[in-house]
């Protein structure tokens, strides 16, 4: 359901692209083209239409890729602004008078958090949103997709059983007062056609007198049904034909019946049903509503050329007089939907009679075109393409180097977000994003990796399931896992890696890669493009000892405290003894209070000496309290 709507529109959007073309082929190659492939040529968008997954994402999954990184992008910037801010706010631009030394130190704390929060890559969790609100909120996050899916559904379900419903009483309506054609003529005229036509099982002939006008107006010759179709003729309509003379009725017989035949041969009742399926599909589409009309036009269309195409030029003309006359005496009511009749308004006759006239059999030169128009009909349906599989699969631009993407993008948008723990990885150019302690109960495919001499059931979703698949994807994720599992081993059961948030049950949730470039380059590039802090982040733990204190050098020059902060954890015991006693001279109290969490006993007690000595009482106790704990 998650991705259902997304696939109906992206279907939606290809469809109509694909019927824009169709329509406009059909009226620049309107003479080098069969009536029959114009036809026959709907199906492909139909089968678009009713079978809303692509195998490639094509225009419309690039823009919902594109999309998606937007928002993420969005998001990241809004985190990180607000980081920023809430700094900026703590420290006064590190210019202003000392503060609580509790406060200063969480508001240091906040700001690496919230600035890795942007792609959810810190190792940070929760085990549970706070107050009824926060709950409230994720159920209400998680039933938008079943609300939106209803909005779709109910109209699309109304909209095909009324087309049911009316089509059902419509055909009871005659069914009550229909009776079988008894007249000889006709019958051995029918009779003769089924054969020259191969039909096998004839539908039965009826006469019907509710679907008779006042006066002389009748309505016209038709087939309906469903399950066992039966054509049905106006009552009255044999004798209209008689008054015309034995043979021009004899004719006009025969071309209505082979018309209604030709419908029969070639199943259009359920092709129109096809169509009236997919209307209801794409309900909210209003140019594909009018594709309906326009597969009906060339239904009469394929159906005349295929009743002419041995016929001579004289018998064209009868035929063409013939559908004159049932434009005079007949007249068929729009309302009738899926049933096929000879003849339905003036305007589409005039089409038909012309079609008629300038027909010629079709050249090789003409089934080349057809041919070839076919293939841009098709290839257009795969630059189109769709949401596909993983539906958020694509290409995503991050530190210069475009790679391909599989899953939902970032945890910060997850309605489980509050409810998990989530953790990021960089191997061997794979950019991996696992969480765990997700909901019991989710269907997911399980596959077992083992880790060192841990087994771990790694869950894939319904995005990322084709990684299961790529050997090269597998041994990096097996990669990952060691390294999660050494974390936990590293902290012996302490800390944030405690029990309640040790990984159990690993899901896949995301996947960049891979990149060519060396870790080193990616940190540098990644660091310069203010929207990868979620890969800057990530990376940071594979790069040389060189370009991490470079690195940090730099954010503490450019007073960048969202990237300082992340890349101080990974600096050096020198470096950041360094950079601490620089933070302390130029009196940039939130550097220092980064900075103060990770030095060593004798860093922080050689400094403490100093600020009591200098009378810097917020440096002091916020070397105190991050020595305590």
């Known amino acids: 359901m998650r991705t259902f709507l997304p696939e109906i529109l992206a279907a939606s959007i290809s469809g109509s692209m694909m019927a824009l073309v169709l329509l406009g082929i059909r009226r620049i190659f309107r003479k080098n083209i069969s009536r029959t492939w114009c036809y026959y040529i709907w199906l492909i968008v139909l089968i678009r239409l009713l079978i809303p997954y692509s195998p490639i994402p094509g225009l419309t999954g690039q823009l919902a890729a594109s999309v998606k990184q937007g928002v993420s992008v969005w998001y990241e910037a809004r985190v990180q602004g607000t980081a920023a801010a809430d700094t900026g706010q703590a420290y006064a631009g590190d ?3 000392a503060m609580d ?40 996050r998680t039933y938008i997709p079943l609300f939106l899916f209803m909005v779709w559904l109910v109209p699309a379900m109304c909209l095909l059983l009324y087309r049911i419903f009316h089509f059902n009483r419509f055909l009871n309506g005659i069914k009550t007062s229909r009776r079988v054609l008894e007249d000889p003529d006709i019958l051995g005229i029918y009779g003769k056609l089924c054969e020259e036509l191969g039909i096998r099982k004839a539908a039965p002939v009826f006469i019907c007198g509710s679907i008779s006008s006042s006066g002389d107006r009748l309505y016209s010759p038709m087939l309906t049904g469903f399950f066992r179709p039966f054509l049905v003729l106006p009552e009255g309509l044999p004798g ?15 071309y209505v019946l082979r018309h209604e035949l030709v419908h029969l041969k070639r199943g259009d009742l359920y092709y129109k049903w096809l169509v009236q399926a997919a209307a209801a599909m794409h309900w909210f589409n209003p140019f594909l509503l009018k594709c309906p009309g326009k597969i009906s036009e060339d239904c009469e269309l394929s159906c005349d050329e295929a009743v002419i195409r041995r016929l001579p030029l004289s018998g064209r003309v009868a035929y063409g007089d013939t559908l004159v006359a049932a434009l005079t005496d007949l007249n068929m009511p729009p309302e009738w939907g899926p049933a096929v009749g000879l003849c339905e308004n003036a305007e589409l006759m005039k089409e038909r009679l012309y079609a008629i006239m300038k027909y010629q059999k079709q050249t090789l030169g003409g089934k080349i075109t057809a041919i070839v128009l076919s293939a841009v009909l098709v290839l257009t349906g795969f630059v189109c393409g769709g949401f596909t599989s993983a539906a958020a699969a694509g290409g995503v631009t991050r530190a210069g180097e475009t790679v391909h993407f599989v899953g939902e993008g970032t945890i910060s948008g997850s309605p489980w977000k509050g409810g998990l723990t989530s953790s990021s990885y960089f191997n061997n150019g794979y950019y991996i994003q696992l969480i765990w302690n997700y909901p019991s109960g989710s269907d997911y495919r399980i596959k077992e990796v083992t880790a060192g001499d841990t087994v771990f059931p790694v869950a894939f979703s319904e995005l990322t399931e084709p990684l299961s698949g790529d050997t090269a994807f597998m041994e990096a994720l097996r990669l990952c896992l060691q390294e999660q599992k050494q974390r936990e081993a590293d902290t012996g059961g302490t800390g944030f890696w405690k029990e309640n948030n040790r990984m159990e049950r690993p899901l896949v949730y995301y996947m960049e890669g891979p990149y060519t470039q060396t870790p080193d380059e990616l940190a540098v590039k990644a660091y ?14 594979k790069v040389s000892p060189e370009i991490t204190d470079e690195l940090a050098e730099r954010a503490y020059e450019e007073a960048d405290t969202a990237r300082f902060s992340i890349t101080s954890e990974y600096i050096s015991e020198e470096s950041r003894g360094r950079l601490a006693e620089r933070a302390y001279e130029d009196d940039r109290i939130g550097m220092f209070s980064i900075l103060s969490e990770d030095l060593t006993e004798a860093q922080r007690a050689g400094m403490m000496e100093r600020a009591d000595r200098d009378g810097r009482f917020s440096e002091y106790y916020i070397l105190k309290n991050s020595g305590e704990g």
């Open 528 to 541: 310069s493009a203010k929207d990868d802090l979620g890969l800057y982040a990530t990376v940071l733990s």
């Open 101 to 140: 030394t509790k406060g200063t130190d969480a508001k240091g704390t906040d700001t690496a958090a919230a600035a890795s929060e942007a792609e959810g890559l810190s190792d940070t969790a929760a085990v549970g949103l706070s107050g009824n609100a926060g709950g409230m909120g994720q159920g209400i």
């Open 95 to 97: 210019d202003t008078e």
């Open 240 to 254: 209209k034909w008689r008054e015309a003379g034995t043979q021009q009725a004899s004719l006009r017989a025969e």
